[in-house]
Protein backbone atom coordinates (compact mmCIF):
# COMPACT_ATOMS: atom_id res chain seq x y z
CA UNK A 1 0.00 0.00 0.00
CA UNK A 2 1.56 3.32 -0.92
CA UNK A 3 1.25 6.44 1.20
CA UNK A 4 -1.55 8.19 -0.08
CA UNK A 5 -3.42 4.80 -0.12
CA UNK A 6 -2.33 4.39 3.60
CA UNK A 7 -3.53 8.19 4.10
CA UNK A 8 -7.53 7.60 2.71
CA UNK A 9 -7.45 4.53 4.43
CA UNK A 10 -6.78 6.12 7.75
CA UNK A 11 -9.56 9.36 6.25
CA UNK A 12 -11.65 6.31 6.23
CA UNK A 13 -11.26 4.70 9.81
CA UNK A 14 -11.75 8.48 11.09
CA UNK A 15 -14.79 8.35 9.66
CA UNK A 16 -16.48 5.61 11.24
CA UNK A 17 -14.98 7.21 14.57
CA UNK A 18 -16.71 10.13 13.95
CA UNK A 19 -20.05 8.00 13.67
CA UNK A 20 -19.60 7.77 17.41
CA UNK A 21 -18.95 11.59 18.20
CA UNK A 22 -22.10 12.48 16.35
CA UNK A 23 -23.86 9.78 17.91
CA UNK A 24 -22.95 10.85 21.69
CA UNK A 25 -23.43 14.52 20.56
CA UNK A 26 -27.02 13.55 19.68
CA UNK A 27 -28.08 11.16 22.70
CA UNK A 28 -30.17 13.16 25.38
CA UNK A 29 -28.96 11.29 28.51
CA UNK A 30 -25.98 11.80 30.06
CA UNK A 31 -22.85 11.01 28.28
CA UNK A 32 -20.81 8.49 29.48
CA UNK A 33 -17.14 10.69 29.86
CA UNK A 34 -15.15 7.47 30.63
CA UNK A 35 -16.51 5.70 27.44
CA UNK A 36 -16.37 8.88 25.26
CA UNK A 37 -12.60 9.71 26.54
CA UNK A 38 -11.22 6.14 25.36
CA UNK A 39 -13.31 6.96 21.90
CA UNK A 40 -11.70 10.37 21.68
CA UNK A 41 -8.03 9.56 23.04
CA UNK A 42 -8.66 6.48 19.99
CA UNK A 43 -9.34 8.99 17.40
CA UNK A 44 -6.66 11.26 18.85
CA UNK A 45 -3.88 8.78 18.53
CA UNK A 46 -5.02 7.94 15.12
CA UNK A 47 -5.06 11.54 14.01
CA UNK A 48 -1.77 12.85 15.32
CA UNK A 49 0.00 10.12 13.98
CA UNK A 50 -1.82 10.54 10.92
CA UNK A 51 -1.29 14.25 10.54
CA UNK A 52 2.32 13.76 11.34
CA UNK A 53 3.19 11.55 8.46
CA UNK A 54 1.04 13.61 6.26
CA UNK A 55 3.18 16.66 6.22
CA UNK A 56 5.80 14.41 5.80
CA UNK A 57 4.48 13.56 2.87
CA UNK A 58 3.55 17.44 2.00
CA UNK A 59 7.04 18.54 2.66
CA UNK A 60 8.27 15.28 0.43
CA UNK A 61 5.83 16.46 -2.02
CA UNK A 62 6.71 20.49 -1.82
CA UNK A 63 10.25 19.86 -2.30
CA UNK A 64 9.59 17.61 -5.96
CA UNK A 65 8.09 20.92 -6.60
CA UNK A 66 4.91 18.61 -6.80
CA UNK A 67 1.53 20.92 -7.19
CA UNK A 68 -0.04 20.38 -3.85
CA UNK A 69 -2.04 23.24 -1.51
CA UNK A 70 1.02 22.40 1.24
CA UNK A 71 0.70 25.66 3.16
CA UNK A 72 -3.28 25.25 2.95
CA UNK A 73 -3.66 21.71 4.65
CA UNK A 74 -0.76 22.84 7.56
CA UNK A 75 -2.97 25.98 8.38
CA UNK A 76 -5.77 23.59 8.16
CA UNK A 77 -5.15 21.11 10.20
CA UNK A 78 -3.94 24.13 12.86
CA UNK A 79 -7.70 25.76 12.80
CA UNK A 80 -8.80 22.05 13.27
CA UNK A 81 -6.84 21.14 16.56
CA UNK A 82 -8.48 24.17 18.51
CA UNK A 83 -12.43 22.88 18.09
CA UNK A 84 -9.87 19.66 19.14
CA UNK A 85 -8.21 21.26 22.27
CA UNK A 86 -12.10 22.18 23.29
CA UNK A 87 -13.35 18.73 23.36
CA UNK A 88 -10.47 17.54 25.24
CA UNK A 89 -11.17 20.21 27.64
CA UNK A 90 -14.38 19.25 28.06
CA UNK A 91 -13.30 15.25 28.82
CA UNK A 92 -10.56 16.72 31.47
CA UNK A 93 -12.94 18.30 33.97
CA UNK A 94 -15.18 15.57 33.83
CA UNK A 95 -18.36 17.61 33.81
CA UNK A 96 -21.25 16.07 31.42
CA UNK A 97 -22.95 19.23 30.73
CA UNK A 98 -19.68 20.91 29.40
CA UNK A 99 -18.68 17.82 27.43
CA UNK A 100 -22.07 17.69 25.92
CA UNK A 101 -21.79 21.12 24.57
CA UNK A 102 -17.97 20.80 23.25
CA UNK A 103 -19.73 18.10 21.49
CA UNK A 104 -22.33 19.62 20.49
CA UNK A 105 -20.42 23.16 19.20
CA UNK A 106 -16.61 22.23 18.60
CA UNK A 107 -17.39 17.98 18.31
CA UNK A 108 -19.94 19.18 15.24
CA UNK A 109 -17.47 21.58 13.64
CA UNK A 110 -14.43 19.44 14.44
CA UNK A 111 -16.15 16.53 12.18
CA UNK A 112 -17.73 19.12 9.73
CA UNK A 113 -14.66 21.09 9.22
CA UNK A 114 -11.79 17.59 8.78
CA UNK A 115 -14.43 15.81 6.75
CA UNK A 116 -14.03 18.54 4.23
CA UNK A 117 -10.59 18.84 4.71
CA UNK A 118 -10.14 15.47 4.24
CA UNK A 119 -12.58 15.88 0.97
CA UNK A 120 -9.86 18.27 0.08
CA UNK A 121 -7.06 16.44 0.62
CA UNK A 122 -8.22 13.52 -1.41
CA UNK A 123 -9.28 15.27 -4.38
CA UNK A 124 -5.52 16.94 -4.51
CA UNK A 125 -4.52 13.20 -4.04
CA UNK A 126 -5.76 11.48 -7.03
CA UNK A 127 -4.62 14.81 -9.10
CA UNK A 128 -1.13 13.85 -7.99
CA UNK A 129 -1.64 10.07 -8.52
CA UNK A 130 -0.08 10.45 -12.55
CA UNK A 131 2.90 12.41 -11.28
CA UNK A 132 3.37 9.87 -7.83
CA UNK A 133 3.52 7.18 -10.01
CA UNK A 134 5.91 8.84 -12.77
CA UNK A 135 8.44 9.70 -9.49
CA UNK A 136 7.49 6.40 -7.63
CA UNK A 137 6.76 8.38 -4.79
CA UNK A 138 5.78 6.12 -1.97
Do not use: C
Not at 29 to 42: C, N
Amino acid sequence: MDMIDQLKEEHRQMRLMFKDLSHLADQDSPIPIFETSVKIDRLGNLWDKHEEKEERFFKNLQQLKINFPFERMVIEHREIRGHWRVIQKAIDSKDNNKLRIALDTDGRMFIEKLTKHMVYEEMHFDEIQPTKQHLNIN
